[in-house]
């Protein structure tokens, strides 16, 4: 971690059993390290107190929220987690962004052919 070298791209937070876990966070093995380092995109354990984890259990329950990682940080010795609550795109909000991005194709197209 202190490398910098934390990805945290398709990473997703799930609470299951009272804990809260990390999957999918790819940090990289430590580079002086030897034989017995660890797996870079193992399942990690979030320490939480039981008051947060209810809290985000109950609105992670509703549908279409899932919990996210935005990122990662050090405070003191510790790395922490900044953790946030996101809501998918309904269809109908994805055909606005392909539409938006295609129009900003043809734009880009006729400036580019203008000069």
Do not use: W
């Amino acid at each position: 971690m202190r490398e910098g070298k934390a990805n945290l791209k398709d990473s997703y937070v799930i609470v299951k059993d009272g804990e809260v876990f990390l999957l999918n966070c790819h940090i990289s093995p430590y580079s002086h390290g030897n034989i017995m380092n660890h797996d870079p995109l193992r399942t990690r354990k979030i320490l939480l107190h039981k008051k947060e984890i209810t809290k985000l259990q109950g609105k992670a329950a509703q549908k279409g929220y899932s919990l996210i990682p935005l990122k990662l940080y050090f405070k003191d010795s510790h790395v922490k987690v900044e953790i946030g609550l996101a809501r998918g795109k309904k269809q109908y909000e994805k055909r606005e962004t392909i539409k938006k991005r295609e129009a900003d194709r043809e734009i880009e197209r006729a400036m580019k052919s203008r000069r």
